[in-house]
């Protein structure tokens, strides 16, 4: 049994001043609670002294891992430097090298925006879009994740779609929340994701009055990819009705490729928003795109604010961050691709062996096991309850182990895993599949 004497006083001490015993989305009772101390490479220690290895990666910006000694480095030579300023009263130089780094890495970049969130640059790239088309709506699908504000979290899809393209609040929306705006869902659609069919038919009703497409290409929560021809269809459509479409890269911007699921999928949108990945974890946002979209800010017809936009701790971070991945034609990537092709390899094994059916869908720098049968998912209505009540028990069991995986079941692999650590985590999975 691990210790956890100081684990459960702090977790005592945090609920009597804290509302949840974290600062994040509600998490599930049984979730043990977990106080991290220090980490190092892809390991991660309690204030117990227990040792963990690290498949969270802070829900993924951690790219490079825990304490980098040339991202670490620096981090102290700009502190020693300037720690802050006023965007809008002033701007540094690094500001520059790295848009002009992002413009050559990113195929849509040809201005780009600094902010401090995703959450932010989803509703920049919004307001955008609505100030260029003239039009009110914009269009987003089930599953995805675009920030916690009252018109992108959660909701349900109607029954009819194309005819009720409107999110509503019910039973079963896990991200469902009181004191949202009853006015939010009024201006966005929500439709299931790789669908061809409904997809045409929902833009062949409302397309003229939609300003943008929001779509998380590689869909995070169950880390599920395109149908093939599903992406050049949306964007067909998009050009077809004047709709801007937008890639959110929060995810796969600086993981699946150094320029992103664009890059992947040979896919160029009008606007691409990314998060904290391109920062190595430091808070920092970008909203990319069109010249004549982005130069509406230019111009002050749209407003986009921030007094910490382009802050130098996070440009400096980011700068770093793009350097490491750049060098050796890629060598981090390479390396992140070695390890989780022997870890999905391993696990798949481990799970045949114990005669659990299972599938693991994975593409670079991230991977999810889903419990069933199929030999693909491309929705999260295709999986039953039993297989995301497996899929969750299977979390806890790898924790007990000492592996600490991602809410939803989703592993996120860095460019700090090891062969060791991944000699360790096949040791650790083994014990857990055998206790489900």
């Known amino acids: 049994m691990k210790s956890d004497t100081r684990t459960m006083e702090l977790h005592e001490r945090a609920m009597k001043v804290m509302p949840g015993p974290q600062s994040n989305l509600r998490m599930p009772i049984s979730i043990r609670p977990t106080f991290i101390e220090r980490g190092r490479g892809a390991r991660l220690w309690d204030v117990d002294g227990n040792e963990y290895i690290d498949y969270m990666i802070a829900a993924g910006p951690g790219v490079l891992g825990q304490s980098n000694p040339e991202f670490i480095n620096a981090m102290k ?38 902010l401090l969130s995703g959450t932010e640059a989803v509703q920049l790239a919004i307001r955008l879009a609505r100030g260029y088309t003239g039009r009110r709506y914009f269009l ?19 029954d009819d779609p194309v005819e009720n393209p409107f999110p509503y609040e019910g039973e079963g929306d896990s991200c469902g929340t009181a004191g949202r705006d009853p006015a939010a869902f009024e201006q966005c659609f929500c439709i299931p994701y790789n669908d061809f069919d409904l997809l045409e038919k929902v833009l062949a009703r409302w397309g003229k009055q939609v300003a943008i497409v929001l779509v998380e290409t590689i869909q995070a929560s169950g880390v599920l990819s395109p149908r093939p021809g599903y992406l050049e269809h949306l964007q067909s459509l998009c050009r077809k009705y004047g709709i801007i479409l937008c890639f959110d890269e929060v995810v796969t911007g600086f993981r699946v490729a150094l320029g992103g699921a664009q890059e992947l999928f040979g896919i160029t949108p009008d606007l691409a928003i990314y998060g904290k990945a391109l920062s190595g974890g430091f808070p920092l946002a970008a909203l990319a795109g069109r010249r004549d979209i982005m130069d509406l800010l230019l111009r002050s017809k749209v407003v986009g604010a921030g007094t910490f936009n382009g802050y130098p701790l996070g440009i400096s971070a980011a700068l770093t961050t793009v350097k490491i991945l750049e060098r050796d034609n890629g060598a981090m990537f390479k390396q992140v691709d070695r390890v989780q092709t022997r870890l999905v390899e391993g696990l798949r094994e481990i799970l045949k062996r114990h005669g659990i059916k299972a599938l693991v869908q ?4 991230i991977f999810i096991v889903h419990f069933t049968d199929k030999d693909v998912i491309w929705s999260m209505r295709e999986l039953k309850k039993e297989a995301l009540d497996k899929s969750y028990q299977f979390r806890l069991r790898l924790a007990d182990e000492g ?14 895993h090891t062969e060791e650590d991944i000699d360790r985590t096949l040791e650790c999975a083994e014990k857990a599949v055998s206790r489900l």
């Open 403 to 416: 592996i600490l995986i991602l809410f939803g079941g989703r592993w996120l692999i860095t460019g700090a």
């Open 140 to 158: 987003r699908f089930e599953g995805s994740y675009h920030g916690w504000l009252d018109n992108v979290l959660g909701g349900l899809v109607h």
């Open 77 to 114: 030579n700009q502190l020693d430097k300037l720690l802050y300023s006023v965007s809008g009263a002033s701007q540094t130089p690094m500001e520059v090298d790295l848009a002009e780094s992002l413009i050559r890495i990113i195929p849509c970049a040809e201005k780009v925006r600094f």
């Open 362 to 365: 994975s593409v670079r720098g």
